[in-house]
């Protein structure tokens, strides 16, 4: 069932700021850890990507996600559009989302979020049923979102297996 991206499994490592020890010099302060305004701000752009996900997949149209996804997460949407579409189904996403910022600097976050998918397939064309039976599965998936003129994007994400 459709219902979460996966992307590379690759990870770059954060950079850390370290201190000088000359004394002439201002020691470079660590990054702080992500404020609750800054994880509100990344866990809305995160809801917010899904909720076009969402009907990425419903409407099988892809190009809904494409402000709100880098180039890469956005090919993976097509991917999973297209395999409905092969299938001769849409999908209505259903999920119960617990998203937690674990990693945030002024232009990135992680975001790990442990998913129950209820998401079901519905006819492409009349977008029916309205409700139906999900798995009920559980998916755990890291999300990693940067700040691109100014927006919160979803640049590419993993699911553990």
Same mark, same amino acid.
């Given at each position: 069932?459709?219902?979460?991206?996966?992307?590379?499994?690759?990870?770059?490592?954060?950079?850390?700021?370290?201190?000088? &020890?000359?004394? &002439?010099?201002?020691?470079?302060?660590?990054?702080?850890?992500?404020?609750?305004?800054?994880?509100?701000?990344?866990?809305?752009?995160?809801?917010?990507?899904?909720?076009?996900?969402?009907?990425?997949?419903?409407?099988?149209?892809?190009?809904?996600?494409?402000?709100?996804?880098?180039?890469?997460?956005?090919?993976?949407?097509?991917?999973?559009?297209?395999?409905?579409?092969?299938?001769?189904?849409?999908?209505?996403?259903?999920?119960?989302?617990?998203?937690?910022?674990?990693?945030?600097?002024?232009?990135?976050?992680?975001?790990?979020?442990?998913?129950?998918?209820?998401?079901?397939?519905?006819?492409?064309?009349?977008?029916?049923?309205?409700?139906?039976?999900? &798995?009920?599965? $559980?998916?755990?998936? $890291?999300?990693?979102?940067?700040?691109?003129?100014?927006?919160?994007?979803?640049?590419?994400?993993?699911?553990?297996?």
């Amino acid at each position: 069932m459709i219902a979460g991206a996966c992307g590379g499994d690759d990870t770059d490592p954060t950079p850390t700021a370290t201190a000088t &020890s000359n004394p &002439s010099q201002t020691p470079t302060a660590p990054q702080p850890t992500a404020t609750p305004d800054a994880e509100a701000e990344v866990i809305a752009a995160y809801l917010r990507y899904w909720d076009l996900y969402a009907e990425a997949v419903l409407h099988l149209d892809a190009t809904l996600v494409a402000d709100v996804a880098s180039d890469e997460e956005l090919q993976r949407v097509r991917d999973d559009v297209e395999m409905l579409r092969s299938q001769g189904v849409a999908a209505r996403v259903v999920l119960e989302h617990n998203p937690v910022v674990i990693e945030a600097s002024a232009t990135s976050a992680t975001v790990l979020d442990e998913i129950t998918n209820n998401s079901f397939y519905v006819d492409p064309e009349t977008l029916e049923p309205q409700e139906g039976e999900g &798995s009920g599965e $559980t998916l755990t998936d $890291t999300f990693f979102l940067e700040k691109v003129d100014g927006q919160w994007i979803v640049v590419r994400s993993v699911r553990q297996e």
